[in-house]
C-alpha cells in the first residue's frame, strides 16, 4: 500500500525469508562462515542455534544462493516426520528416487548411498539442510546420526546442517544422543542485532527495496524499535512495516519515535502499559533517560557534572551559519545521496547487481582527515533532540568542506569537525550481488587494489596482488586501528572502509 508513496519497488519490511535482504552483522557473518567452512572442508556435522526471528531461516536461503554448482543441497523446512519419511524426502530433495512406493526403507538407504558415492566420485559435495531442528524427534535425530555413517575412509559423503531454536542445544544434551553430539564438529549460536546494527539493518532493507534517501528513521526511532525488538530481525521487520503504514497515513517521509510506539501498541496491544495502567510521560522519560545512560556507559563514556565556564554569545549570523549545516536525518541523507550520484559518471544509474549501503563506522574523529568520499558525522547534541548530522563533502587541509541545508559548500575549521563530531561516521557504499572475501592466498585485480589503498594511508605492503603474510599483518593492523575484528580477512565491512579511503570512483 506504502510502497508507491515513499518510491520503493516492494515492501522492505516482508517477513518471508527473502535471501536479497539478508544483513550480514557480525554474528550472521561468522554463522555464515561456519557454516560454509563446515560443508566445504567436510566435516560432517554443523548445528547453528538461535532464537525465534533472528535470521536462521534467511541465513540458510542465502547461503542456497551461495553454494556453486559442484554441492548438492537437499532442505528439509518441516522436520515432524518419521525416520523413513525423512529418507523418502531426502531423496526428493535430492531429486533422485522418483518411484517411491513400495520400497523399504533399506532400498531407499541404498538409492541415497548410491547417490552420494557417485557425486563423490564426480569431485562434488552433498549437503542436507534441516531448518526447525528443535523438532525432530529422538528416532530422526538416530536416523541423521545413521546417515553420518555414509562416507569413505578419508571423506564424509554428507554434510549435515541442523539448525534450530535454542531448544534444539537441549535435546542434542540429552545422554540417549551422546553418540550423535560427540560428531557435530562445528557449533554456532545466532545472537541478535547489537543496537549499533539495527538503523544499519533498517537502511539496507530500505536501500534493497529501492528507496532513494528520502525515507529514514530518527535516532529516537531506532532506539524504540531495538527496545521492543531486542534485535530479533522479525521484530524489527514487524513494527517497521507498521511503522510506514502509520508514516504514510500522516503523509510524512520520516519516522518518528510516536510512530514507532503507535505500531508497537498496535502490535501488541500497549505494549507500554503496567498491569492495566498506560505508562505515563514522565515513567517514559526516565526510561529513556537511563537507556541512554546505558549506552554512554557502555561505550566507555563518562558523564560529568561540573560548573560551567561562562561562554560568550555568539553573533546571530554565526549562530544562522552554525544551524544551516548541522542537518537533521532525513536532509543528511538526501543531500548525501546526491553527492555520490554526482560523482559518478554514468549519472544517477547504478549497474545491474549493484546495491547502495549505508555503511556506519566508529572513528575516532580526528581520524576523519583519511576518508576521501561524501560522508557523514554523528554531531554530539542535546539528547533531547532529535539526532543531528554534519555532512562532510571534502576533507581540506585546514578542515573540511561541509554541505548546508540548501545543498551549499560551507568551509569549517578542523577544530569545529573535532568539538563537535562524536566518531560516528556513515557513507554509501556500493556493493554486489554475490561479495566474496579475500584472504591469505588469494590473488589477482581486487587484491592489487586493496594493496594499494593500504599504501596509500601509510600501511606499508608490497602491491604485488597476492594476499601474502604481510598484506594479512597490515590489514589487520587496519582493521585494528578502525574498530572491526581484526582477522586479516578483507570482508564486506573492511572492504567498505578500503573504499571510503580510496581516490576511485567506483
Given at each position: 500500500m506504502y510502497t508507491s508513496y515513499f518510491g520503493l519497488k516492494e515492501n522492505p519490511f516482508n517477513l518471508t525469508p527473502d535471501p536479497r535482504y539478508l544483513y550480514l552483522s557480525r554474528h550472521h557473518k561468522e554463522a555464515f562462515d561456519h557454516l560454509l567452512y563446515g560443508i566445504n572442508e567436510r566435516k560432517g556435522f554443523i548445528v547453528i542455534t538461535g532464537g525465534i526471528g533472528t535470521g536462521k531461516t534467511t541465513l540458510l536461503r542465502a547461503l542456497l544462493a551461495q553454494l556453486n554448482s559442484s554441492i548438492k543441497s537437499a532442505l528439509i523446512f518441516n522436520p515432524s516426520v518419521s525416520d523413513e519419511e525423512l529418507l523418502i524426502t531426502i531423496n526428493q530433495e535430492f531429486d533422485i528416487d522418483a518411484e517411491r512406493k513400495g520400497k523399504t526403507k533399506k532400498e531407499h538407504l541404498d538409492i541415497l548411498n548410491h547417490f552420494l558415492l557417485e557425486t563423490f566420485s564426480q569431485g562434488k559435495n552433498a549437503v542436507l539442510l534441516i531448518d526447525e531442528a528443535q523438532n525432530l524427534s529422538h528416532t530422526v535425530l538416530e536416523?541423521?546420526?545413521?546417515?553420518?555413517?555414509?562416507?569413505?575412509?578419508?571423506?564424509?559423503?554428507?554434510?549435515?546442517?541442523?539448525?534450530?531454536?535454542?531448544?534444539?542445544?537441549?535435546?542434542?544434551?540429552?545422554?540417549?544422543?551422546?553418540?550423535?553430539?560427540?560428531?557435530?564438529?562445528?557449533?554456532?549460536?545466532?545472537?541478535?542485532?547489537?543496537?549499533e546494527d539495527v538503523r544499519t539493518y533498517i537502511e539496507h532493507r530500505l536501500l534493497v527495496a529501492g528507496a532513494k534517501g528520502n525515507l529514514g528513521f530518527s535516532w529516537w526511532a531506532i532506539n524504540a524499535i531495538y527496545a521492543y525488538s531486542k534485535g530479533h530481525p522479525r521484530r524489527i521487520n514487524a513494527v517497521c512495516d507498521r511503522a510506514l503504514l502509520i508514516a504514510y497515513s500522516k503523509n510524512e517521509f520520516k519516522v518518528t519515535r510516536n510512530t514507532v510506539v503507535k505500531a508497537i501498541n498496535d502490535i501488541r496491544g500497549d505494549i507500554f502499559e503496567r498491569g492495566s495502567k498506560r505508562w505515563n510521560r514522565k515513567y517514559t522519560l526516565i526510561t529513556a533517560f537511563l537507556a541512554l545512560m546505558a549506552v554512554l556507559i557502555a561505550g566507555g563514556w563518562y558523564l560529568i557534572i561540573e560548573k560551567p565556564e561562562p561562554v560568550l554569545p555568539e553573533p546571530s549570523s554565526q549562530l544562522q551559519e552554525k544551524s544551516s549545516i548541522l542537518l537533521d536525518e532525513e536532509t543528511s541523507l538526501a543531500l548525501l545521496f546526491k553527492l555520490f550520484y554526482e560523482k559518478k559518471r554514468h549519472g544517477n544509474n547504478v549497474a545491474d547487481g549493484i546495491h547502495l549501503g549505508?555503511?556506519?563506522?566508529?572513528?575516532?574523529?580526528?581520524?576523519?582527515?583519511?576518508?576521501?568520499?561524501?560522508?557523514?558525522?554523528?554531531?554530539?547534541?542535546?539528547?533531547?533532540?532529535?539526532?543531528?548530522?554534519?555532512?562532510?563533502?571534502?576533507?581540506?587541509?585546514?578542515?573540511?568542506?561541509?554541505?548546508?541545508s540548501a545543498g551549499k559548500d560551507r568551509e569549517v575549521s578542523k577544530g569545529f569537525v573535532l568539538q563537535h563530531c562524536e566518531g560516528i561516521g556513515s557513507w554509501i557504499f556500493p556493493y554486489y550481488d554475490e561479495e566474496k572475501d579475500w584472504n591469505l592466498g588469494t590473488s589477482g585485480p581486487d587484491v592489487l587494489r586493496f594493496q594499494q589503498i593500504l599504501q596509500a594511508n601509510g600501511y606499508p605492503v608490497e602491491a604485488t596482488g597476492l594476499y601474502g603474510n604481510i598484506t594479512i599483518e597490515m590489514v589487520r593492523r587496519f582493521q585494528s586501528d578502525f574498530g572491526l575484528k581484526a582477522d586479516g580477512i578483507i570482508g564486506v565491512r573492511t572492504r567498505g572502509l578500503l573504499y571510503q579511503m580510496s581516490e576511485d570512483r567506483e
Open positions: 536416523e541423521i546420526r545413521m546417515l553420518s555413517n555414509l562416507e569413505t575412509e578419508k571423506e564424509k559423503l554428507l554434510q549435515i546442517v541442523l539448525v534450530g531454536q535454542p531448544e534444539l542445544r537441549e535435546l542434542l544434551a540429552a545422554p540417549a544422543l551422546r553418540q550423535l553430539k560427540e560428531r557435530i564438529t562445528v557449533w554456532y549460536d545466532l545472537m541478535p542485532l547489537a543496537r549505508i555503511f556506519l563506522f566508529k572513528i575516532k574523529p580526528e581520524r576523519y582527515i583519511m576518508l576521501r568520499k561524501p560522508f557523514r558525522m554523528h554531531i554530539n547534541s542535546n539528547p533531547a533532540s532529535e539526532e543531528t548530522y554534519l555532512l562532510i563533502k571534502e576533507v581540506t587541509a585546514d578542515g573540511a568542506i561541509v554541505i548546508n
